[in-house]
T-cell receptor, first 114, second 117 residues
Framework: AAGVIQSPRHLIKEKRETATLKCYPI?????VYWYQQGPGQDPQFLIS???????DKGSIPDRFSAQQFSDYHSELNMSSLELGDSALYFC?????????????FGPGTRLTVT | GNSVTQMEGPVTLSEEAFLTINCTYT??????LFWYVQYPGEGLQLLLK?????DKGSNKGFEATYRKETTSFHLEKGSVQVSDSAVYFC????????????????FGKGTHLIIQP
C-alpha cells in the first residue's frame, strides 16, 4: 500500500539559512500533520491542515510556516535556521471523515543545521 | 492540557518473556488511544488503537485495553522476539470529539525495548 512520502530524506543547512520540507500524503487522505522529533525525544506536534486550511497548531516556531496545496501535499518552510532546529521532521496523514484520530507517518526528513 | 505518561526505559527482556509497558493518560473527554512503534532510523508505525472505553486493540501479538476507570492503556505481549526491539510510544488524540478533526497527537516519552536472544 502507498505510504506517506517525504522529501528530501536528509538535509544539511547552515545557520540562518532556509529549508523547505515536502510531504505527499497517502492517496485520498485530506489531512496532513507535521511533527518535530529531537534526538531521544518524543515527537512534538507542530501544525496540521485540512482542505488547505490550518486546522490545529502546536509548538511551531514563528520562523516556520507551512501550507497545504490543492493536491493535498504540504510544505514546511523553515527560515533563519538555528542549531536547535536539527531534528527529524515527520509528516503524517489521515482521512478526516473516517479517522478517529489515527495518523500514518512518513519516514521523516533528517535536518542537520551546522 | 492533555498528557501521556509511560514507563521509563530501557526495558531489557529475554526472548519469549512476557512484556508489559505501562501507559496512563490525562485528557478532557474521551480520547482515542494509540501505540506507535519506531525502529531505528525509521518513522513511526501505528501498532494498535482503541477509540472507546473497554476497547481492546491488537496487532502482531501485541494487545492493549482502553481502561477509562484507571485512565490507562498498557501494552502487553505474551512472548517477545528479538525483532520486537524498538521504541514504543503511547499516544492520544482528541480529534474524535474536538470538532476540529485534525488535532495533533500527544505522545508519551517513549520506552526503548531491548530483547536479548
Amino acid at each position: 500500500a502507498a505510504g506517506v512520502i517525504q522529501s528530501p530524506r536528509h538535509l544539511i543547512k547552515e545557520k540562518r539559512e532556509t529549508a523547505t520540507l515536502k510531504c505527499y500524503p497517502i492517496p485520498r487522505h485530506d489531512t496532513v500533520y507535521w511533527y518535530q522529533q529531537g534526538p531521544g525525544q518524543d515527537p512534538q506536534f507542530l501544525i496540521s491542515f485540512y482542505e488547505k486550511m490550518q486546522s490545529d497548531k502546536g509548538s511551531i516556531p514563528d520562523r516556520f510556516s507551512a501550507q497545504q496545496f490543492s493536491d493535498y501535499h504540504s510544505e514546511l518552510n523553515m527560515s533563519s535556521l538555528e542549531l536547535g532546529d536539527s531534528a527529524l521532521y515527520f509528516c503524517a496523514s489521515s482521512l478526516r471523515r473516517t479517522s478517529l484520530g489515527e495518523q500514518y507517518f512518513g519516514p521523516g526528513t533528517r535536518l542537520t543545521v551546522t | 492540557g492533555n498528557s501521556v505518561t509511560q514507563m521509563e526505559g530501557p526495558v531489557t527482556l529475554s526472548e519469549e518473556a512476557f512484556l508489559t509497558i505501562n501507559c496512563t493518560y490525562t485528557a478532557t473527554g474521551y480520547p482515542s488511544l494509540f501505540w506507535y512503534v519506531q525502529y531505528p532510523g525509521e518513522g513511526l508505525q501505528l501498532l494498535l488503537k482503541a477509540t472507546k472505553a473497554d476497547d481492546k486493540g491488537s496487532n502482531k501479538g501485541f494487545e492493549a485495553t482502553y481502561r477509562k476507570e484507571t485512565t490507562s492503556f498498557h501494552l502487553e505481549k505474551g512472548s517477545v522476539q528479538v525483532s520486537d526491539s524498538a521504541v514504543y510510544f503511547c499516544a492520544l488524540s482528541t480529534s474524535s470529539y474536538s470538532g476540529g478533526g485534525a488535532d495533533g497527537l500527544t505522545f508519551g516519552k517513549g520506552t526503548h525495548l531491548i530483547i536479548q536472544p
